[in-house]
């Protein structure tokens, strides 16, 4: 037996269900499958593919579509027969994230390789199989056995003594009309204490209070066993269910994605593009002075973009950041790993010189280690539209798309979405939500161990601790999409033939996958972030230029005695990486008086390393007492007190 219509909490503010909770629970009840079928979207689908390789539970890929027909609505699911069968899937979805419905003859297209479910519980069915008009209902199925062929009729909400009584009509005209039926449970919550939590979401979704009596308490939408299905359908029904899963194989090999190719080199290869840009620009950073270590990296470097043929992602961005530059845009100086790249600083897509400050390559590409380049470019706020603007010009609408991310219930979102709906005073959500510190990722379970008065106030009033716990069993699922603050994707294939796509309300095309599935379907992502502090920076070089125009601050010196000053003095508000309450009081103790020591107090405020600040500052102020582990470290640590701070210092080139 296999449950066929399972929708998930990515069907925004419709299920409690989450892909783990489907897949967790299949495998406790011994199902050998289960189906994700969430309406009109897939956003679910990657999560669903890797959770259940992990838990080996068969994935069946389905969704919920509303068909037009001269009849009227008609409510469908569509279950993927392979992999052409997704990839309509993927296609249709696509084409529903901007209508309501699709028609029936257009549906017919692609019904080759999908399982198709009517659903006599929606749509223009419902109607007369309520009123039990059998002449309209067998017309009905007649019309629709003559345009669809071969589908399958549900038999669902069986456990309601309603339904199981106009099922019984249904099942009737399916043995007349030589229909195949099937049992379908819809799903909608994980187990049957969930119902509660279920109404509350519908509750926000639908702006309403759980007293109201058009919000019911809709029970037997969980997830059931094996024994639980046998009281409600009949054996042939259920048995239907495991062919259809039999004959559902879906293995994602269709092609990938691939960079696409730079438009604007002449005859030569991208690669030999890339080399003559690369010289040209070695030869200029060093005033044609190019000294062997220098050369010898350069090769290097392009041999390893070479063999994992990625110069087409250089000339790319090489060509944006161009791009900017030509338009007067200022152009962050480069950060992350991607400062480790000489062919980067070459091309001007950074300008720190890696040789300089001892950085390596390996960290940005190892062909050791295959993974896509990851270069984050900064732009002013005010100006990153224009340079995404530019690569849908160059790249093609088709070819380029926003990321998708999930704003979810988080901890005081919830508390005031789940607060009105249980209808408590605002007052007393306003005193719950205050008590939940402003920190990110922060959880309400987090929150109750660390706040007493919290904690206090659950264990003494009621409503609060119901308003706590029921916000507890919501908090964490998505409530609405949004736009991945800096990251678009590029492919050379039309990105409707690699995944499903949205548009949103100022028609921006977006992935319906979110960041973390995109690398592996090929597709190359490209992080421009927008900085407000790039911007005042902009502003108050076009001021000093106003004065004077050979002003370049690139140039300006890295030993001014004045700016350590101000920096050690903590006079760092709106200087990026350097303004935060933390970074600040670090600052005060660390007191730099160069470069390499702002660098090394960046990179020690961070997971990992800041756990050994206490230690490093008592070395940095007796280094006599520093120990080694052993003497063939003392080379590699000695710049920072012993203490490991930097992914290079653990590199075993150095």
């Not at 009849?71 to 069968?85: F, M, P, V």
């Not at 009737?172 to 919550?189: E, R």
């Not at 940095?620 to 003497?631: E, V, W």
Request: net charge negative; proline share 3%.
């Amino acid at each position: 037996m296999i449950h066929l219509h399972a929708v998930s909490a990515y069907s925004l503010l419709s299920s409690t269900l989450t892909i783990e909770q489907l897949v967790m629970q299949t495998q406790q009840l011994g199902l050998k499958a289960a189906c994700l079928s969430d309406k009109n979207v897939m956003y679910g689908a990657m999560e669903f593919k890797k959770k259940c390789e992990a838990a080996k539970i068969k994935p069946l890929y389905g969704m919920m579509v509303d068909a037009i027909d001269d009849e009227g609505l008609i409510s469908i699911e569509l279950i993927a027969k392979n992999d052409d069968g997704f990839k309509a899937m993927m296609k249709l979805s696509t084409y529903l994230s901007n209508h309501d419905s699709v028609k029936l003859d257009d549906l017919m297209l692609i019904k080759k390789d999908l399982q198709i479910i009517v659903y006599g519980d929606e749509g223009f069915l419902e109607k007369v199989l309520i009123n039990e008009d059998i002449f309209s209902l067998e017309n009905k199925l007649r019309s629709l056995k003559d345009k669809i062929g071969d589908f399958y009729l549900a038999i669902a909400l069986n456990e309601s003594s309603f339904w199981k009584a106009k099922n019984e009509i249904l099942r009737n005209l399916c043995q007349q009309l030589q229909i195949k039926k099937v049992a379908v449970n819809k799903i909608f919550y994980a187990k049957e204490e969930d119902c509660y939590s279920y109404k509350i979401m519908r509750g926000i979704k639908e702006n309403k209070l759980i007293n109201d009596p058009s919000l019911p308490l809709i029970k037997s939408r969980f997830i059931k066993s094996e024994a639980q299905m046998y009281q409600d359908y009949t054996i042939d029904e259920l048995v239907v269910t495991e062919e259809i899963g039999a004959c559902c194989n879906v293995n994602m090999h269709y092609a990938k994605a691939n960079i696409p190719r730079y438009p604007k080199q002449d005859k030569a290869s991208s690669f030999e593009y890339l080399k003559q840009l690369c010289l040209f620009g070695l030869k200029r950073r060093l005033n044609g002075k190019i000294e062997e270590k220098y050369k010898k990296r350069l090769l290097y470097e392009l041999n390893v973009i070479e063999k994992m043929h990625f110069e087409d992602y250089f000339l790319i961005v090489y060509d944006f950041i161009l791009h900017a530059k030509k338009k007067n845009i200022y152009v962050g100086p480069g950060r992350g790993s991607a400062a480790g790249s000489l062919v980067s600083y070459c091309l001007g897509i950074t300008n720190i010189d890696p040789l300089h400050y001892d950085l390596l390559f390996e960290r940005f590409l190892n062909p050791e280690r295959i993974s896509m380049p990851d270069i984050d470019t900064d732009f002013p706020d005010d100006h990153r539209d224009e340079i995404i603007d530019y690569m849908y010009e160059t790249y093609g609408s088709d070819h380029v798309a926003h990321i998708l991310t999930f704003n979810t219930l988080g901890a005081k979102q919830v508390i005031r979405d789940v607060g009105k709906v249980l209808n408590i005073h605002s007052y007393d959500i306003d005193k719950v939500a205050k008590m939940i510190p402003n920190t990110p990722k922060i959880t309400l379970k987090k929150a109750l161990n660390d706040n007493q008065r919290l904690y206090k106030l659950y264990l003494q009033d009621k409503k609060i601790h119901e308003l706590i716990d029921q916000a507890m069993k919501l908090e964490g699922l998505p409530r609405h999409t949004s736009i991945h603050a800096a990251g678009i994707v590029l492919s050379k294939q039309k990105l409707e033939d690699i995944i499903p796509l949205i548009k949103d309300q100022d028609e921006h095309v977006i992935t319906q996958y979110t960041m973390e599935y995109l690398e592996e379907l090929g597709l190359i992502k490209m992080d421009f972030l927008a900085l407000r502090n790039l911007t005042i920076i902009d502003e108050a070089v076009k001021l000093v230029q106003n004065e004077d125009l050979t002003f370049d601050i690139l140039k300006i010196p890295l030993d001014d005695a004045k700016t350590y000053k101000l920096i050690r003095q903590t006079d760092t508000i709106g200087v990026f990486q350097l303004e935060s309450d933390g970074m600040r009081n670090l600052i005060r103790k660390i007191q730099p008086t160069n470069f390499e020591d702002i660098a090394l107090t960046i990179a020690l405020f961070r997971p990992g390393p800041m756990e050994n600040i206490d230690i490093f500052l008592k070395n940095k102020n007796d280094p006599y007492q520093i120990k080694y582990p052993c003497r063939e470290v003392e080379n590699i640590l000695k710049d920072t007190y012993g203490i490991m701070i930097y992914q290079e210092q653990i590199s075993t080139k150095r």
